[in-house]
């Protein structure tokens, strides 16, 4: 039997002057999947002048130089990592030369022929090296090609996240989806098959891979009422000197949002849907509850001082940041990068060995949620109150005290946070803080889906099918459906 080819991922860049042209873009997607290539992420970004010159450093004192990082700051642009064997050369033959009106006398069917104008605005940017070691893999059998577009997809948020370290939604490309990740490892069979069901075909049953997807449809007119779901504030809040969180009832908050979805997954538990509407609400619901529970574990998103630490200017070696974007991606990429070698699998597998053995016995309770701790109604009780696990309250409340106790504490906006900052949050001396964030978020996430999709024993309230006709899934209560930004 001949030797497969290797499958290796590659970084895609379709530059501003086609960006803004939605039609054309439309078009070189359709190319690239004619071209046998899957798409392993995407994000649309918008690149300060230091972005940009980081990137193209290599370039620093050409000629183009300037000229190259004003046309990549002049508007907003797509990343994307490719993925098929041989995907670098694969992609660079696809783009063609360099030089449009070249490449339309020797290459008229590259791309770059087809919608490049100059040799600056070319359109298209073709990665000459891969990203890493580890993002190359033979596929063997099928569970082996699973945990490899696991991987994959791993290796390509942490690429998309370094493209994007000075983005406020820094934390949707690498936090969440190690969430995700987090959370499929501690799925059951039975949930993960159900979640596969769920979710479109393009996130191979992944959560991590359907975490960020929120961040990535902020702009759209459809999806605007959820913008004020991803965090919570609580008047005369006001960290390090003290730390307030009050849980408003119908509140527009990531906390009453995770009581929504939760809510959402559960009906549609117990009443299947049957139109296409009704199964991309769900499909919605999966990804906003996968979404939310990340943000509810990253504490300044539980902080509504400096609009939750975006006002709070941070410096971060030589670079000038926020605070919350240290937290949103900074502190994860330095350590990944200062600890395990640039390697995001080797950091994931850290936090699997941490949560079964070093965060003993205490990540045994990470999904007890004490009734008295999460006691009151919400608008969403009839059906949240049968799920055991989820106590969104007290997670917020947690976040916020972590606000006073590490997240503000001593906040000089002239402090170059990534030195002893990052050690005191990422380190033994806290019990490495972050990625105990992390771990807690997904173990919380997996038991939530596995009690509802595959409970230890069916809740006692739960209706079969025979007894809900038509009239009541028409019917559902209204505060059973998504609640919409009035």
Known sequence: MPPRPLTQLTLALLKPDLTANSIKVNKVFSHIQQNDFNIVAHKTLLWSKDDAEAFY??????F???RLCGYMTSGHFHALILEKPDAIIGWRALIGPTHPPR???????????????????????GSATPFSTTSQYTPTKTQHQATMRFTSSLIAATSLALLSVNSVHGYGILGHTLTGQVAQLFLTPETARQVKEILSPYYDG???KAAPWPDTIKGQAKYRWASIFHYVNTPGDNPPESCKFEYAYSGHDVVNGLFNMTSQLLQYKLVEPTTPEQKSIREDALRFFVHFMGDVHQP??????GRGGND????WGRAKTSLHRIWDGQLILKDIKDRFDNNPKAYLDNIIDMTNDGWQPEASNWTYCAPEKNEG??????????ITKLCPKEWARSMNQLD??????NYDSTRDYSGDYFEEVTGEANNYLVQRLIAMSGVRMAAILNEIYDPPVPHSCHPSREQINDGAIVDVPRNLRIVKQR
Not at 57 to 62: A, Q
Not at 404 to 409: G, I, L, M, Q, S
């Open 57 to 62: 450093g290599e370039h620093r004192g050409k």
């Open 64 to 66: 183009f130089f300037e």
């Open 103 to 125: 490449a339309r006398i020797n290459a008229p069917d590259t791309l770059r022929s087809l919608y490049g104008m100059t040799d600056t605005r070319n359109s298209f940017h």
């Open 206 to 208: 992944l959560l991590s």
């Open 300 to 305: 300044l998103h539980a902080s509504g001082k």
């Open 312 to 315: 709070a200017p941070a410096k």
């Open 377 to 386: 109604d919400n608008p969403w009780s009839e059906s949240t109150k049968l």
């Open 404 to 409: 006073c106790t590490f997240v503000w504490k």
